[in-house]
């Protein structure tokens, strides 16, 4: 290198001398480089400069992009010419220290001025800059607000810097064109940063921990492992911990579908107060665990009928254990525990209506109730022989106090034909996404139902992802086969997805990390492995919507309610995209659902990406709900932003129109979206007549297609004298202090108005409230 050759002996000398001190050294032809500084590896050494290490890296690194962008490693050649311009450019900056993160940065660099994209991707460090890092510690920046249910505490922290590494490390290692679909905002990906370690959500089959016992860490060498419950406390305490032990291996929430009849058996002849006393203990044990991701609540849910469903009438009971068949044990089924069900539908409702300590409602586990075609009429014969316990009609009722008190319960419709009540089982999950097995499509079902060789339910997702509509209708500028034609390349694009989870969740399996979901705990009658608890490929996969009012209102020029040209749009095309999940399911061989997307975070971060974007922008402010100026303004410094697109295919939360009319429109895509929907009335500070509540709600069920449904109550807390009252208000109406906190419905539970985002407090303020059953 020409600026160090040597100009005489002596000075070669006395020059070579200062080099040794000052970190060069001396080549065979005379000239002086800078000596190459030591490295500090990200392993916590200090170690020699050796260019190998990066051959090595590198050849051994992009082995990944055989998997995943399949195409070949780097070949040795190229690594070694990477390593040595990597050298050389290290040597040419003479600088002191070295990093692996510094020489990391500059291989990349190097690959992409090679051309090596996909071979960067690979390569190439997911982390946080150390200020992001520290606003993270101190509640602020990154996704602050997209999850209501995280607490302000360390735990939350440490998740979301987690989080942040994880969803680089999973765009990165998507192929470009799908993970720039997702940042781009056309879709999006629905806890991306779960994307390559965990299914979505689940509902669990109660009788498998009957059986089997509970092994919460699935393979029984990092906890301890309880045997078959063989009393109601302990049933109930395996109840709570197998729903907390799972959110360790999935992405969404949890839940049990015909929770009472599976647990009736264990409260056989028990009294009432100590009935509601272990409902009491459920309740609070499920919302005191703050164990879940990031140190939140356990985000829950059960399926709640007021009797025995009529499929499960004479079918064996499974608890303590064994197998009540006739062969392994006496021969019981579940219609004997017709008693104990409705004590204990009783008992969970009267200690949802108790509220906790302060008078505060319960946000889980999220209580379905099951409104059922067996149960709408009494068992007359039934009720004579037991006149101490109350009927169908008296459980109803407390459902529907609940409802008016607090807004707690959702209301799972069963009465539509399309919902084939009787005929199969199904839950809701999480925040309204629906799942359902039958004969036409569980070849096990008949077995599943008699739990026969330890077959049985287990119904969930593996993966949501999020079509962005308006912006299709952007694009297709009023022409309705091009508006088609993107919507249904997004839902391609969105297999391609799924493709890419289900190749990496593979891995996941085969090297056990979803231990608790692959289970096969001890056969308490055989002594050898049981069945594994999650069927993973009965699992769906799920595409939503958002912003169809916006879509039709770009395209029509009126909003969903406003004209019936623009409704009859959104008929049309949400039929055709259910179609064409049909036939995607078919040529792909998986079971594609079209669903409602409950858009905590979703319908805002589309409106900002589009507002964010030229070609987009003019167009989208034409349609964007909220405050549209404000968020302009603020734009370039934050995209926390007051504006959303409208949740599925919901009218407007703004919308001025009667509660009638709202149904009526809305109900209509309920049969269409079989993947989950739900429709929401927002009462304020409202506190209707149960009774009258409940006829207007059995006559949404009765006479319209609406599947699910809750009424949402506001509340104000007083932080100061722990008072709750009814409404928003600025100050408790009991001591006057403005130190007060709201409780609401964010999307599809209960929570702190103070953790949602500005989206859906701008929401929350533009929601058209029915303050009485007069005006329902």
């Not at 080549?27 to 290490?53: Q, S």
């Not at 303590?320 to 409705?342: I, K, L, M, P, Q």
Request: charged share 25%.
């Amino acid at each position: 290198m020409e600026a160090y050759k040597l100009k005489s002996k002596t000075e070669d000398s006395e020059s070579f001398s200062r080099g040794q001190q000052q970190g060069v050294q001396q080549t065979l032809d005379g000239d002086i480089v800078p000596e190459m500084p030591k490295v500090r590896t990200t392993e916590g050494y200090m170690v020699d400069w050796d260019k190998n290490v990066i051959i090595k890296q590198l050849t051994k690194e992009t082995k990944l992009a055989e998997k995943f962008f399949n195409i070949s490693q780097v070949s040795y050649e190229d690594a070694k010419e990477i390593a040595d311009l990597a050298e050389d450019r290290i040597r040419s900056m003479n600088i002191q220290f070295l990093s692996g993160p510094l020489i990391r940065e500059i291989v990349n660099t190097l690959l992409i001025e090679k051309g090596h994209v996909e071979w960067r991707n690979i390569c190439t460090r997911v982390g946080t800059p150390v200020y992001d890092a520290f606003e993270i510690d101190t509640g602020a920046g990154f996704e602050a607000n997209d999850n209501a249910n995280l607490q302000d505490n360390a735990e939350t922290s440490h998740k979301k810097k987690a989080d942040k590494i994880s969803k680089e490390q999973y765009t990165l290692m998507l192929p470009p064109k799908l993970a720039d679909l997702h940042l781009n905002g056309d879709l999006h990906i629905h806890d991306l940063e779960y994307f390559g370690t965990r299914p979505f959500c689940q509902d669990h089959d109660l009788r498998y921990f009957f059986y089997y016992g509970l092994m919460p860490d699935g393979s029984g060498t990092k906890a301890s492992v309880a045997g078959p419950a063989k009393n109601a406390e302990v049933a109930v305490l395996h109840a709570v911990k197998a729903l907390g032990s799972a959110q360790t291996n999935f992405a969404g929430g949890q839940g049990f579908y015909n929770f009472l009849t599976f647990l009736a058996p264990y409260m056989e002849n028990k009294d009432y107060n100590e009935i509601k006393q272990l409902m009491q203990m459920f309740v609070y044990e499920m919302t005191q665990m703050m164990v879940a991701r990031g140190g939140q609540l356990v985000f829950s849910s059960v399926q709640l009928s007021p009797g025995v469903p009529e499929l499960w009438v004479d079918k064996p009971v499974v608890s303590h254990g064994t197998v009540h068949d006739g062969y392994y044990a006496e021969h019981r089924t579940y219609g004997e525990f017709e008693r104990e069900v409705r004590l204990t539908f009783k008992a969970l409702m009267e200690v949802m209506l108790d509220g906790d300590y302060w008078g505060k409602p319960f946000n889980f586990p999220k209580p379905e109730i099951s409104i059922e075609p067996q149960f709408m009429e009494e068992d007359e014969e039934f009720n004579k022989q037991h006149p101490e316990l109350p009927t169908y009609e008296d459980l109803y009722d407390l459902s529907f106090e609940l409802a008016a008190k607090f807004g707690t319960p959702y209301f799972d419709n069963q009465l539509p034909p399309y919902r084939g009540a009787g005929k199969g089982i199904s839950c809701y999950q999480c925040c309204a996404y629906q799942f359902s097995a039958d004969e036409d499509n569980d070849a096990d079902f008949e077995d599943k139902l008699y739990f026969k060789e330890g077959k049985h339910f287990s119904m969930g997702a593996w993966q949501v992802l999020t079509l962005n509509c308006p912006r299709s209708a952007y694009r297709a500028n009023g022409d309705y086969d091009a508006l088609i034609s993107d919507l249904k390349r997004l839902m391609n694009r969105s297999v391609e997805v799924f493709l890419a989870k289900k190749q990496w969740m593979d891995y996941i399996i085969d090297n056990n990390r979803m231990p608790f979901a692959s289970q096969r705990p001890k056969d308490p009658i055989t002594g050898e492995k049981g069945s594994i608890l999650v069927d993973t490929d009965s699992l769906v996969y799920t595409i939503g919507i958002i912003g169809i009012n916006e879509m039709v209102q770009y395209y029509t020029g009126n909003q969903l309610h406003e004209s019936k040209e623009a409704f009859r749009l959104a008929v049309r095309v949400m039929t055709e995209l259910e179609m064409y999940a049909k036939d995607l399911s078919n040529k792909y061989g998986m079971q594609i659902a079209l669903a409602r997307t409950p858009a905590e975070t979703t319908g805002q971060r589309f409106a900002v990406a589009d507002l964010l974007q030229k070609d987009f922008a003019s167009k989208a402010e034409q349609v964007i709900k909220g405050d549209v100026e404000s968020a302009k303004q603020k734009l370039s410094k934050d995209h926390d932003l007051p504006v959303y697109y409208t949740n599925g295919t919901h009218i407007p939360p703004s919308a001025d129109i009667s509660i009638i009319d709202r149904i009526n429109y809305e109900h209509t895509f309920f049969p269409i979206v079989d993947g989950g929907n739900i429709m929401h009335i927002w009462m304020g500070e409202a506190h209707p007549d149960p009774k009258g509540l409940k006829q207007f709600a059995l006559n949404i069920a009765k006479n319209t297609q609406t599947g699910y449904f809750a009424f949402t109550k506001d509340m104000t807390v007083c932080m100061d004298d722990f008072h709750v009252a009814d409404g928003l208000k600025d100050n408790c109406p009991n001591c006057g202090s403005d130190n007060v906190e709201f409780l609401s419905r964010v999307t599809g539970y209960i929570q702190a108005v103070g953790g949602w985002n500005e989206a859906k407090k701008q929401e929350l303020e533009d929601r058209k409230r029915y303050a009485s059953v007069d005006m329902l």
